[in-house]
């Protein structure tokens, strides 16, 4: 269906987010009612129904109560939580919108800016605003491209090595996994290396993979490939360690 | 034996030329500049699968000359696409390098947005452990020849806000057509990060028959008028002027739009502001005339879905 969400951009974003910094209550049903968004045309509007049903289930993933006040929620259970529950909560949002920043600005500050919260007290504005560091366009996105079993048992430093370089290594979903799987598999067999091992390990791939076209190799040859410079930065940390 | 790579020989720019493009089996050569950039929004809805085809031709002498290769090595050439907006990637199969070769890729509904950047690649494969002649590649897949074209969509234009509404109770314009308003805040300074959508309303008078309002006449004089509107906000003075000029200034997509059309129709004279005044009707016709292709093959797309404009 060619569904349109609602889209608000960063400049208004950022002024709502520092009227809520300075005090201003945050009332998600009024926020849904409220004019002062935008639609892309040629497409059907979202309905208030749906955006209160995604809320809905954002809280149910949480296994948080509508009236969540005071409560607090360990980083690691936020994203996992959330991880595991993405793709089901916003079923209808395409790619095409999911890139849309205006998008993420719209459902974080309009519509779970009091979820959001919960996971970054700080107010920093890049997890409130759309950019690509927002509390949900940042699980959405390692989902999308990893799966959410797989997303959800990464670390949030070695997902952010993956999708932070979104140049070869993010964009490309059998290099991202790869390099997840590997990660995972390392980590399985007890090796204490590994909280530097993903940002030594991406720049290595990324290095390799600029002056070769992985376009034109087979699957496994490119998985192999991203597999053999994972463990060789691992063998490099510890002979560095051992030195 | 060890075999040490001192880098190798790649065929120069000019060795492989775009000879035609195709969107959805449509020969567009003649409709686009075959450039480093290919403004592809008129011939792209999100909505629509696009399959997008370039045909290569290569130059025999520089592939006899400019490469060095020797017996078993053979040359392929692939192309690979990456999406600006919703950061994915797609690949061709690599196919054998001939003269001519034929690369194309199908993007998804919804699978793309804001720019593709697609990618030829001419890669070199042969067998592994083989002592290499100096200036070949030592790297199997080792990339020979890479072009990058960047194909700019739709998602801007897409998000201008349309509504019709009833303007028989609005004083002065009851029989009007359209309404265009731009909501520009006060600070100039604020403008360049302005989304188009945050900007442009259009109010079309509910009166007016979808038939008309879809015909290509009545969305070229539409956007004529957008634009007209639009560049006249900054014909006010050199401050505003500037924000079009200066292309080094970050801009969001509001200014990009007004940007792009400014330069179409003033690049080159000294005294923008000067024939903004004394030559506004030419200005029009010129804008019209500018626009009129590309709003004809956009609606073709638009009602070939059974779309229309609103």
Redesign the interface.
């Given at each position: 269906m060619n569904l349109s969400y609602r889209y608000i951009s960063n400049n208004i974003a950022v002024k709502e987010l520092l009227e809520y910094r300075n005090g201003k209550s945050f009332d998600p049903i009024r926020n849904i009612q409220r004019p002062g968004f935008h639609l892309r045309s040629l497409a059907v509007p979202i309905t208030e129904d749906r955006l209160i049903e995604i809320r809905e289930n954002v809280l149910l993933a949480l296994e948080i109560p509508r009236d969540f006040l005071g409560i607090s929620m360990t980083k690691e259970n936020f994203d996992r939580r959330l991880t595991l529950n993405c793709k089901n909560i916003f079923h209808d949002l395409t790619e095409y919108e999911a890139a849309q920043p205006g998008t993420w600005a719209y459902i974080t500050i309009r519509l779970l800016y009091d979820i959001a919260l919960l996971r970054y007290e700080d107010h920093a504005d890049e997890r409130y605003i759309g950019k690509p560091r927002n509390t949900f366009w940042r699980i959405w996105q390692r989902v999308s491209v990893l799966g959410p079993e797989m997303a959800s048992m990464l670390q949030e430093d070695e997902a952010v090595q993956i999708f932070e370089r979104t140049g070869v290594i993010a964009s490309n979903q059998t290099v991202a996994q790869t390099l997840a799987e590997t990660m995972l598999e390392i980590r399985e067999l007890g090796n204490s290396e590994i909280s530097i091992l993903m940002r030594e390990a991406a720049k290595r791939v990324r290095r390799r993979l600029t002056i070769i076209s992985y376009a034109g190799m087979q699957e496994s040859e490119l998985k192999n490939l991203v597999k053999e410079e994972m463990y060789k930065s691992l063998e490099q940390i510890k002979d560095r360690k051992n030195k | 034996m060890k075999t040490f790579s001192y880098g190798y020989n790649t065929l120069a720019e000019k060795a492989v030329r775009i000879h035609k493009v195709f969107f959805n089996s449509r020969d567009v050569s003649n409709e686009i500049e075959i450039t480093s950039d290919i403004q592809a929004s008129a011939l792209w809805l999100?909505?629509q699968e696009t399959t997008i085809k370039f045909e290569i031709e290569v130059d025999e002498q520089a592939l006899q000359t400019q490469l060095t290769k020797q017996d078993g090595d053979a040359f392929?050439v692939?192309?690979?696409s990456?999406?600006r907006?919703?950061?994915?990637?797609k690949?061709?199969l690599?196919q054998p390098l001939t003269i001519v070769n034929e690369l194309e890729l199908v993007f998804n509904?919804?699978?793309?947005?804001?720019a593709i950047d697609f990618?030829i690649?001419i890669?070199s494969?042969f067998e592994d452990d083989q002592d290499r002649p100096f200036g070949a590649p030592v790297?199997?897949?080792?990339?020979l020849f890479s072009k990058k074209i960047t194909a700019h969509l739709t998602?801007i234009e897409?998000?201008?806000?349309?509504l019709t509404k009833n303007f028989e109770n609005i004083p002065g314009i009851k029989a009007a057509m359209w309404n265009i308003t731009l909501n520009l805040p006060q600070e100039i300074d604020?403008w360049s990060?302005?989304?188009q959508?945050?900007v442009v309303t259009i109010e079309i008078n509910n009166k007016i028959d979808s038939k008309v309002i879809n015909s290509p006449e009545f969305i070229t004089l539409l956007i004529t008028d957008l634009i007209y509107t639009s560049l006249s906000k900054f014909m006010v003075d050199d401050d505003r002027l500037t924000l079009l000029q200066d292309s080094e200034i970050d801009s969001?997509s509001w200014l990009i739009f007004v940007r792009q059309f400014y330069n179409a129709l003033f690049a080159g004279y000294p005294d923008p502001k000067q024939i903004w005044d004394e030559e506004s009707s030419r200005i029009r016709s010129e804008i019209q005339s500018k626009i009129a292709p590309s709003t004809r093959k956009k609606l073709d797309f638009?009602l070939q879905e059974s779309?229309g404009?609103?």
């Amino acid at each position: 269906m060619n569904l349109s969400y609602r889209y608000i951009s960063n400049n208004i974003a950022v002024k709502e987010l520092l009227e809520y910094r300075n005090g201003k209550s945050f009332d998600p049903i009024r926020n849904i009612q409220r004019p002062g968004f935008h639609l892309r045309s040629l497409a059907v509007p979202i309905t208030e129904d749906r955006l209160i049903e995604i809320r809905e289930n954002v809280l149910l993933a949480l296994e948080i109560p509508r009236d969540f006040l005071g409560i607090s929620m360990t980083k690691e259970n936020f994203d996992r939580r959330l991880t595991l529950n993405c793709k089901n909560i916003f079923h209808d949002l395409t790619e095409y919108e999911a890139a849309q920043p205006g998008t993420w600005a719209y459902i974080t500050i309009r519509l779970l800016y009091d979820i959001a919260l919960l996971r970054y007290e700080d107010h920093a504005d890049e997890r409130y605003i759309g950019k690509p560091r927002n509390t949900f366009w940042r699980i959405w996105q390692r989902v999308s491209v990893l799966g959410p079993e797989m997303a959800s048992m990464l670390q949030e430093d070695e997902a952010v090595q993956i999708f932070e370089r979104t140049g070869v290594i993010a964009s490309n979903q059998t290099v991202a996994q790869t390099l997840a799987e590997t990660m995972l598999e390392i980590r399985e067999l007890g090796n204490s290396e590994i909280s530097i091992l993903m940002r030594e390990a991406a720049k290595r791939v990324r290095r390799r993979l600029t002056i070769i076209s992985y376009a034109g190799m087979q699957e496994s040859e490119l998985k192999n490939l991203v597999k053999e410079e994972m463990y060789k930065s691992l063998e490099q940390i510890k002979d560095r360690k051992n030195k | 034996m060890k075999t040490f790579s001192y880098g190798y020989n790649t065929l120069a720019e000019k060795a492989v030329r775009i000879h035609k493009v195709f969107f959805n089996s449509r020969d567009v050569s003649n409709e686009i500049e075959i450039t480093s950039d290919i403004q592809a929004s008129a011939l792209w809805l999100p909505s629509q699968e696009t399959t997008i085809k370039f045909e290569i031709e290569v130059d025999e002498q520089a592939l006899q000359t400019q490469l060095t290769k020797q017996d078993g090595d053979a040359f392929f050439v692939v192309l690979r696409s990456n999406c600006r907006g919703t950061k994915k990637q797609k690949s061709s199969l690599p196919q054998p390098l001939t003269i001519v070769n034929e690369l194309e890729l199908v993007f998804n509904p919804f699978e793309v947005s804001d720019a593709i950047d697609f990618y030829i690649e001419i890669f070199s494969n042969f067998e592994d452990d083989q002592d290499r002649p100096f200036g070949a590649p030592v790297r199997k897949y080792s990339i020979l020849f890479s072009k990058k074209i960047t194909a700019h969509l739709t998602g801007i234009e897409s998000r201008v806000n349309v509504l019709t509404k009833n303007f028989e109770n609005i004083p002065g314009i009851k029989a009007a057509m359209w309404n265009i308003t731009l909501n520009l805040p006060q600070e100039i300074d604020e403008w360049s990060q302005l989304q188009q959508s945050e900007v442009v309303t259009i109010e079309i008078n509910n009166k007016i028959d979808s038939k008309v309002i879809n015909s290509p006449e009545f969305i070229t004089l539409l956007i004529t008028d957008l634009i007209y509107t639009s560049l006249s906000k900054f014909m006010v003075d050199d401050d505003r002027l500037t924000l079009l000029q200066d292309s080094e200034i970050d801009s969001e997509s509001w200014l990009i739009f007004v940007r792009q059309f400014y330069n179409a129709l003033f690049a080159g004279y000294p005294d923008p502001k000067q024939i903004w005044d004394e030559e506004s009707s030419r200005i029009r016709s010129e804008i019209q005339s500018k626009i009129a292709p590309s709003t004809r093959k956009k609606l073709d797309f638009l009602l070939q879905e059974s779309i229309g404009v609103i």
